[in-house]
């Protein structure tokens, strides 16, 4: 957060600033990232009282925590229009003492405001959603895509803002070619684009302008964990290894930068770095003064680099150039009289030297936090890689951090929000529950050790009894026993992060599949009734829940694969599990003897199912009915890739 260094700096390490504020007021300084419940409260509130809202946040509250004042950043001084922060408190001080009885009546006016805008609850009518929800979410995306650089508006654009899995799910059902055009614009033009790190790997948080040339340059691990599983679906329906590639690059950086030796993730790094100079600025680790480059590389190699990412001379950000892709590998090639086999080795060479050099600088800091539900998200982005990437090294750090999450971040069952410094701390919030389960859940998948789905039906067994809501239905952010703040918060609209109840409805529809406990798919049922009409008004601020929808809709898969104790056949029978898109479904791996044994108790649609001829075995089932097994991987994959057509 740019800003909230500037303020920092500017007012917060004033010595007069400090000395007013401890003097009239107790100052509280949250980490959202800990205590996202309170930032949603008052972020909701600066908005009530008229602000875009943004970070920093500032709120003044009154003794029992109600909001009557707040923005974002203030200069120290009075600057133009906006007022400084001394000034501000100055003014506040004084309101308290001669005008207390107003700001008591203003601020529970704005806390009633906050409480009714901040769930997505409703009058529900109790009509399930159906596929019409679908329909009208691909109509509002044609609206409001951007037809040349793809994602949404025109302005400044988050990854997080277009419904891409969404949209690859919606051309799987109905073969509309728009959608899936729209989604491969959005995921070219991000890989092409400055918003991605051409040496480095990984995404950064958001592009200032409508084109992603020109990043917000700090790196979030949960927008690197929300992409990767999106390029490689992108990747699995194409059959394009440029968009596999930018999800090998993406985890690379992660296990590189953003991996602790206890083998969990940080959070982030910033945009801020120290020049030559020692001077704090935005993206200067990340870009290039032009006579730099030519001197890391030289003459030729720099003309090869530049025809391939297309930097100029004069610069593009205050002088300094931005790498980014302008043409393809192909275009680059010919224009440079090579083959594609040469001009990528070139570039492979040059990305490694560039990289040495960056490495010399002081690199941003790093965020150390170790947050739950971020972690959660990128043990499902190293285990899908690992399984569509045919990866054990994606794998293992799949492995690890669950293993490092389950064991020093679960305590008498309960889940910690955050590990830092050696100890974990803060309430685990519904996202935290979520987003891991739906982690073991794909880790399973990829390593089918039942310990992962094991602790997997024991994490949302907590979720179902201590967050659940059994009149209203869905789920609550926070647990039964915690000091919520006004509400616990019932929310499906997704924000940067997808919402706890969307990643939930998934989880319990997977759940399902593997148990066919049915308490699982009516809890499930329960969460889209209560979202229902909020849905049908604003279908894609629930971009995950329409995905947790399409599945619910379909007639999800069950893939058993039954192998001998020698494994004889499985790496065949997997091939075009991992190369084909298909997200509605579940996959079970049993070794015959005691493994099969052991899951068999605890997952009932892989009973009967045995070995043939000995070797590996595919059952695909529907609603527990299951096709005629093979040991055919090309009649393996014909089945699989069979669609159910969304219906009206």
Request: a negative charge; proline letters at 4%; glycine letters at 8%.
């Amino acid at each position: 957060c740019h800003w909230c260094h500037v303020m920092e700096e500017e007012s917060f390490d004033d010595l007069q600033v400090a000395e007013f504020l401890n003097k009239h007021f107790i100052a509280i300084k949250v980490d959202r990232e800990i205590r996202p419940d309170i930032d949603k409260v008052y972020m909701t509130a600066v908005q009530a009282m008229g602000s875009n809202g943004g970070w920093p946040l500032n709120v003044w509250v009154t003794p029992n925590r109600k909001p009557f004042f707040g923005g974002t950043y203030f200069p120290p001084e009075n600057r133009g229009n906006r007022p400084g922060f001394k000034t501000v408190l100055a003014f506040l001080q004084s309101a308290w003492e001669t005008q207390r009885e107003k700001i008591m009546v203003s601020s529970n006016q704005i806390s009633v405001a906050v409480i009714a805008a901040i769930e997505d609850v409703g009058a529900n009518d109790g009509r399930f959603p159906d596929a019409s929800i679908l329909r009208q979410a691909m109509t509002e995306v044609n609206v409001q895509t951007d037809p040349v650089w793809g994602g949404i508006g025109l302005h400044t654009k988050f990854p997080s803002s277009m419904p891409l899995r969404f949209l690859l799910r919606y051309h799987r059902r109905t073969g509309d070619q728009e959608a899936l055009r729209l989604a491969l614009l959005t995921l070219e033009k991000m890989a092409y684009g400055g918003i991605f790190d051409h040496l480095g790997g990984g995404f950064h948080r958001y592009s200032t302008e409508r084109s992603w040339q020109i990043p917000h340059f700090e790196k979030m691990l949960y927008d690197n964990a929300l992409l990767v599983p999106i390029y490689l679906e992108a990747g699995q329906v194409t059959g394009r290894d440029e968009l596999l590639q930018v999800a090998r690059d993406t985890l690379d950086y992660v296990a590189t930068e953003m991996t602790s030796d206890d083998g969990g993730f940080y959070s982030a790094l910033d945009a801020d770095s120290r020049t030559t100079s020692g001077e704090m600025k935005e993206g200067w680790f990340y870009t290039w003064a032009p006579a730099d480059l030519i001197a890391s590389l030289g003459e030729e190699r720099a003309r090869i680099f530049s025809a391939y990412f297309g930097v100029h001379s004069e610069g593009g950000n205050e002088g300094r150039i931005i790498i980014k892709k302008v043409r393809s590998q192909r275009q680059a090639a010919e224009s440079l009289g090579m083959s594609r086999a040469v001009l990528r080795s070139e570039i492979t060479k040059i990305r490694h030297d560039l990289r040495l050099v960056r490495s010399g600088r002081t690199p941003p800091l790093r965020d150390e936090k170790i947050l739950t539900a971020w972690n959660g998200l990128m043990i499902s982005a190293f285990a899908r890689g690992g399984f569509v990437l045919n990866s054990p090294r994606y794998l293992s750090y799949a492995r690890r951090a669950a293993e490092f999450l389950l064991l020093r971040v679960r305590a008498k069952g309960r889940l910690s929000r955050v590990f830092f410094a050696g100890e974990s701390s803060g309430p685990g919030f519904l996202a935290d529950y979520a987003f891991l389960i739906a982690g073991l859940l794909d880790l399973f998948e990829a390593d089918p050790d039942l310990r992962w789905l094991t602790a997997a039906i024991e994490l949302q067994d907590i979720v179902n009894s201590e967050y659940g809501d059994e009149e209203g239905g869905a789920y609550f952010r926070v647990p039964r026993g915690v000091d919520a703040l006004f509400t616990r918060q019932k929310i499906g609209s997704d924000g940067a992060l997808p919402s706890g109840n969307s990643v939930t409805a998934l989880n319990l529809l997977r759940l399902y599949e593997y148990t066919l406990n049915a308490d699982y798919q009516e809890r499930a049922n329960q969460i889209f009734q209560t979202f229902s009409n909020a849905m049908r008004r604003h279908p894609l601020a629930f971009s995950d829940l329409l995905v947790a929808l399409d599945y619910r809709l379909d007639t999800p898969f069950e893939i058993i694969l039954v192998a001998p104790s020698t494994g004889n056949g499985l790496s065949e029978l997997l091939a075009p599990i991992r190369r084909n898109f298909v997200p509605n479904r579940v996959l079970a791996i049993a070794q015959e003897g005691e493994d099969f044994a052991e899951k068999a108790v605890d997952i009932p649609i892989i009973k009967h199912h045995k070995v043939l001829d000995d070797t590996t075995t595919a059952y695909v089932c529907v609603n527990q009915v299951c096709r005629l097994p093979t040991t055919d991987a090309a009649q393996l994959e014909q089945q699989i890739t069979q669609v159910n057509e969304l219906l009206h």
